[in-house]
């Protein structure tokens, strides 16, 4: 007879591997295999309470910081199992080597998260977010952020602190390049595209990034556009028009999620039991892991909620955080914080287990080394096929603001060209804020992207004329003189690239130093000008506008700059883009958005001279260029707008014709105006877009499809619900120019 020892042990470690997997799965936030959930609850069980604290603890490589530097010696602690994550370290050797301390050097040999600010591009670098923006063009966003995910994972990055999608109304806010602009539902669909081209189908692939979707939240609403400012709002304020992005990248699915540096209403971010825990958690379910900004937990004590660090580990953690970003006050603090029962086991446990899912689902667990592929590094960046997806990108986000007497595109005969200004050449400028690895050198100039194109034909002649930001007219002569002897101008003004992002607030919003001056002398000689306007905020323009025969804005456009302004100046491509952020006339209007309340005394255009309404004694309401907003090299009407009510849904009909001369991309919008409310409603409101393409002379018939749903609104309980009565319908080119009907619902 045989023995029944053998089937005996089978079956006992058969029970005891299902019973760890039906732990694991009961512990299990995320997706994640049942071999990687075994391992983290493996690796729950091994660790001590400190290596659990090391996981929880993310540690600056010393390049790119952004912040002061609270942990020099970041190599020892990795090595002593006291980090889980490391920033701003990047290529393949740096990165396998840093690992190799983690999965060789330390006793649990768990795998580090490589985070970097891959914001719009990793080399190849794209226009700053608020140009791609301008772009509406989802697809294409999708795509940029799929290039730069496979640029930085081939480069040994696996998470980036990226989408940014705090909301702003604010231009004097320097952070509003890093964003998708003023709007809420496009900020969401934005939101959702970046997810989705950072993260792909499946984070294990080599060439995927995990999304770090930030800054949570309402970071955009700093008071009076100074950054780190705090945020004070209405709760309706905050659901309605300041979360909605932050929710669309968690349902696309964001790995992870950062904290904001402000407060809001009292209260900051990084201690928001609120926030974090009860609406992002379980509102949410948000399944990732949440990480604070740089130093976010140590600056409790500066705002005035936390006695010392260690206190303000306490809150943090307390409220939900999971991952101390560089301020080693978890690493220092959370241990004793456990001791004195200030903290629970299971809440560290909790934050230990997320930070270990990310690493399960990036399949770091399988292969810590799957982002350190050299092959890739030296075949998959930049890469002909991606420098032409940025040059595409620069197209079509450049606006076309003015353009007058068909100024544009520059006629074929143009014997002499003549390019003036501090940013028609400046490399560094190219990239704007936040450039990640982008090499400037590599950047083509405006400069370049003109001579690229005449391609010697015709002379090219350039004078800087003056600097970005000082008094010094002494090149003003030079520039007069070349504008004189050329046929057309070109002007390349603006601000320089550390003039707006990160620390970078304006209290004023021209042209900074004397370049509206060179602007007036420049335009004065009569030649045919355009203005091109390198800058990463809206800018008050109300002078340039009024001289200037054509105002292109470009943005920052990224490497291939120079190459895709080049393409709308001389007419390859005719522009599309449309702002989606304000233009104020002045700093005095700010905060200025479409998406305003009526007031009790509007102001009415038919009586200006009225007293008592709702308006400036020295400038009027509206902006110098509305949300929306943007030229094309052709003219499109609409006409024909109808819509009608089929059960739970609005069918909204319209045509647009392009009645100009030359085929041409439209995007057409749809605006929605709810009469009454029981609490007020925006004048109008953006519910859906179509960027459509309408060869010149015909008409196309567009269609949009709205449900009651998508009527709703965040009423004073903080419920989401529609409300029966007339809705004014409107579709048109940008905010102000749009064509209604109404439509009645029961
Ligand atoms: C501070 C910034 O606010 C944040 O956006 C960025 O991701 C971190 N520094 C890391 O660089």
């Given at each position: 007879?045989?023995?029944?020892k053998p089937?005996?042990?089978?079956?006992?470690?058969?029970?005891?591997?299902l019973?760890?997997s039906?732990e694991?799965q009961k512990?299990t936030r995320?997706?994640i295999?049942?071999?990687d959930?075994?391992?983290i609850e493996t690796?729950?069980?091994?660790?001590?309470?400190e290596e659990k604290?090391?996981?929880?603890?993310?540690?600056a490589?010393?390049?790119?910081?952004?912040?002061?530097?609270?942990?020099n010696?970041?190599?020892?602690?990795i090595?002593?199992?006291?980090?889980?994550?490391?920033?701003?370290?990047?290529?393949v050797?740096?990165v396998r080597?840093?690992?190799k301390?983690?999965?060789e050097g330390?006793r649990m040999?768990?795998?580090?998260l490589?985070?970097y600010?891959?914001i719009?591009?990793?080399?190849?670098?794209f226009?700053?977010p608020?140009?791609?923006?301008c772009?509406?063009?989802?697809?294409?966003i999708?795509?940029?952020?799929?290039?730069a995910?496979?640029e930085?994972t081939?480069?040994?990055i696996?998470?980036?602190?990226?989408p940014?999608?705090?909301i702003?109304?604010d231009?004097?806010w320097?952070?509003?390049?890093?964003?998708a602009?003023?709007d809420?539902w496009l900020?969401?669909k934005?939101a959702?595209?970046r997810v989705r081209?950072?993260?792909g189908n499946d984070?294990k692939?080599?060439?995927t990034?995990m999304?770090?979707?930030?800054?949570?939240?309402?970071?955009?609403?700093?008071?009076a556009?100074?950054d780190y400012?705090?945020?004070d709002?209405?709760?309706?304020?905050?659901?309605?028009?300041?979360l909605?992005?932050?929710?669309a990248a968690?349902?696309?699915?964001?790995g992870?999620?950062?904290?904001s540096f402000?407060e809001i209403?009292?209260i900051?971010s990084?201690?928001?039991?609120?926030l974090?825990t009860?609406l992002?958690?379980k509102?949410?379910?948000?399944?990732?892991?949440?990480?604070?900004d740089?130093?976010?937990?140590?600056e409790?004590?500066?705002h005035g909620?936390?006695?010392?660090?260690k206190d303000?580990?306490?809150?943090a953690?307390?409220?939900?955080?999971?991952?101390?970003?560089?301020?080693?006050?978890f690493?220092n603090?959370?241990?004793?914080?456990l001791?004195e029962?200030?903290?629970?086991?299971?809440?560290?446990d909790?934050?230990?287990r997320?930070?270990?899912?990310?690493k399960?689902?990036?399949?770091l667990f399988?292969?810590?080394?799957r982002?350190c592929n050299k092959?890739?590094q030296?075949?998959?960046?930049?890469?002909?096929?991606?420098l032409a997806l940025?040059?595409?990108?620069?197209?079509?986000?450049?606006?076309?603001?003015?353009?007058?007497?068909?100024?544009?595109?520059i006629p074929?005969?143009?014997?002499?060209?003549?390019?003036?200004?501090?940013?028609?050449?400046?490399k560094?400028?190219m990239?704007?804020?936040?450039s990640a690895a982008?090499e400037?050198?590599?950047?083509i100039t405006?400069l370049?992207?003109?001579r690229n194109?005449?391609?010697?034909?015709i002379p090219?002649?350039?004078?800087?004329g003056?600097?970005?930001?000082?008094?010094?007219k002494?090149?003003?002569e030079k520039?007069?003189?070349?504008a004189n002897h050329?046929?057309y101008v070109?002007?390349?003004l603006?601000?320089?690239?550390?003039?707006?992002?990160e620390?970078?607030?304006?209290?004023?919003?021209?042209l900074?130093?004397?370049q509206e001056?060179l602007a007036?002398m420049?335009?004065?000689?009569?030649k045919?000008?355009?203005v091109?306007?390198?800058?990463g905020r809206p800018l008050t323009l109300?002078?340039?506008n009024?001289i200037?025969p054509?105002i292109?804005?470009s943005w920052f456009?990224?490497?291939?700059a120079g190459?895709?302004?080049?393409?709308i100046?001389f007419?390859?491509?005719?522009p599309?883009?449309?702002l989606?952020?304000t233009?104020?006339k002045?700093v005095?209007?700010i905060p200025?958005?479409?998406n305003?309340?009526?007031t009790?005394r509007?102001f009415?255009?038919e009586?200006?001279?009225e007293?008592y309404v709702?308006?400036?004694?020295?400038?009027?309401?509206?902006?110098l260029y509305?949300?929306?907003?943007?030229l094309s090299?052709?003219?499109f009407t609409?006409?024909?707008?109808?819509a009608?009510?089929s059960?739970?849904t609005?069918n909204?009909?319209?045509?647009?014709t392009?009645?100009g001369d030359?085929d041409?991309?439209?995007?057409?919008?749809?605006?929605v105006?709810d009469?009454?409310?029981?609490?007020t409603?925006?004048?109008?409101?953006?519910?859906?877009?179509?960027?459509?393409l309408?060869?010149k002379g015909?008409?196309?018939t567009?269609?949009?499809?709205?449900?009651?749903?998508d009527?709703?609104?965040?009423?004073?309980?903080?419920?989401?619900?529609?409300?029966?009565?007339?809705?004014?319908?409107?579709?048109?080119?940008n905010?102000?120019?749009t064509?209604s009907?109404s439509?009645?619902l029961?």
């Amino acid at each position: 007879m045989k023995s029944s020892k053998p089937k005996i042990l089978f079956l006992l470690v058969a029970i005891l591997i299902l019973c760890h997997s039906v732990e694991a799965q009961k512990n299990t936030r995320q997706n994640i295999s049942p071999a990687d959930q075994i391992k983290i609850e493996t690796l729950m069980r091994q660790m001590t309470i400190e290596e659990k604290i090391g996981q929880l603890s993310l540690f600056a490589s010393g390049w790119d910081n952004t912040g002061p530097s609270m942990n020099n010696d970041y190599k020892k602690l990795i090595k002593e199992g006291n980090a889980g994550a490391v920033l701003n370290a990047f290529s393949v050797d740096y990165v396998r080597e840093v690992q190799k301390l983690a999965v060789e050097g330390s006793r649990m040999k768990i795998p580090l998260l490589f985070g970097y600010d891959v914001i719009h591009g990793f080399r190849t670098i794209f226009p700053i977010p608020l140009g791609q923006a301008c772009t509406w063009n989802l697809k294409l966003i999708e795509e940029a952020e799929r290039v730069a995910a496979i640029e930085a994972t081939a480069a040994g990055i696996n998470w980036t602190f990226a989408p940014m999608v705090d909301i702003a109304r604010d231009p004097r806010w320097g952070r509003v390049m890093e964003a998708a602009g003023e709007d809420a539902w496009l900020g969401g669909k934005i939101a959702a595209a970046r997810v989705r081209g950072f993260q792909g189908n499946d984070l294990k692939s080599e060439n995927t990034l995990m999304a770090c979707v930030k800054h949570f939240a309402a970071y955009g609403a700093a008071m009076a556009g100074r950054d780190y400012n705090p945020v004070d709002m209405s709760p309706v304020s905050l659901y309605e028009w300041y979360l909605p992005p932050y929710k669309a990248a968690v349902d696309a699915g964001a790995g992870s999620l950062m904290t904001s540096f402000n407060e809001i209403a009292g209260i900051p971010s990084t201690c928001n039991a609120w926030l974090l825990t009860d609406l992002l958690r379980k509102e949410w379910g948000f399944k990732g892991f949440i990480v604070t900004d740089w130093t976010a937990i140590n600056e409790m004590v500066n705002h005035g909620v936390a006695e010392d660090n260690k206190d303000a580990a306490r809150l943090a953690i307390n409220a939900g955080v999971d991952m101390d970003m560089e301020g080693s006050t978890f690493l220092n603090y959370l241990g004793e914080l456990l001791n004195e029962k200030k903290v629970s086991q299971a809440r560290i446990d909790e934050a230990v287990r997320s930070v270990l899912e990310a690493k399960a689902l990036l399949g770091l667990f399988e292969d810590p080394y799957r982002y350190c592929n050299k092959t890739r590094q030296e075949t998959e960046i930049m890469t002909p096929e991606k420098l032409a997806l940025a040059r595409k990108m620069v197209t079509e986000s450049c606006v076309l603001l003015k353009n007058d007497k068909q100024t544009l595109p520059i006629p074929a005969g143009v014997g002499s060209i003549a390019v003036i200004g501090p940013l028609a050449d400046s490399k560094g400028d190219m990239l704007g804020g936040w450039s990640a690895a982008g090499e400037w050198e590599k950047c083509i100039t405006l400069l370049e992207g003109i001579r690229n194109k005449v391609n010697g034909k015709i002379p090219v002649v350039f004078e800087k004329g003056c600097n970005v930001n000082d008094a010094d007219k002494s090149g003003f002569e030079k520039a007069l003189d070349v504008a004189n002897h050329a046929d057309y101008v070109i002007l390349a003004l603006g601000e320089d690239r550390e003039m707006s992002g990160e620390a970078a607030s304006r209290s004023g919003l021209n042209l900074p130093g004397v370049q509206e001056e060179l602007a007036e002398m420049i335009i004065n000689t009569g030649k045919p000008i355009v203005v091109v306007l390198f800058n990463g905020r809206p800018l008050t323009l109300t002078r340039l506008n009024e001289i200037a025969p054509a105002i292109l804005e470009s943005w920052f456009g990224g490497t291939q700059a120079g190459n895709g302004i080049a393409d709308i100046l001389f007419g390859d491509i005719n522009p599309s883009g449309k702002l989606t952020m304000t233009f104020p006339k002045n700093v005095g209007q700010i905060p200025l958005f479409y998406n305003s309340k009526n007031t009790g005394r509007p102001f009415n255009p038919e009586k200006p001279d009225e007293k008592y309404v709702s308006r400036y004694l020295d400038v009027d309401n509206d902006p110098l260029y509305p949300f929306g907003y943007g030229l094309s090299y052709t003219s499109f009407t609409y006409s024909g707008l109808e819509a009608t009510l089929s059960g739970d849904t609005v069918n909204i009909r319209a045509h647009v014709t392009n009645t100009g001369d030359r085929d041409g991309e439209e995007v057409v919008q749809l605006y929605v105006h709810d009469k009454i409310g029981a609490i007020t409603r925006p004048v109008k409101e953006l519910k859906g877009f179509q960027k459509i393409l309408v060869p010149k002379g015909k008409t196309r018939t567009i269609t949009f499809i709205l449900t009651r749903d998508d009527l709703a609104f965040y009423h004073p309980d903080l419920k989401k619900y529609w409300e029966p009565g007339e809705f004014i319908i409107q579709i048109g080119s940008n905010s102000k120019e749009t064509i209604s009907t109404s439509i009645f619902l029961n």
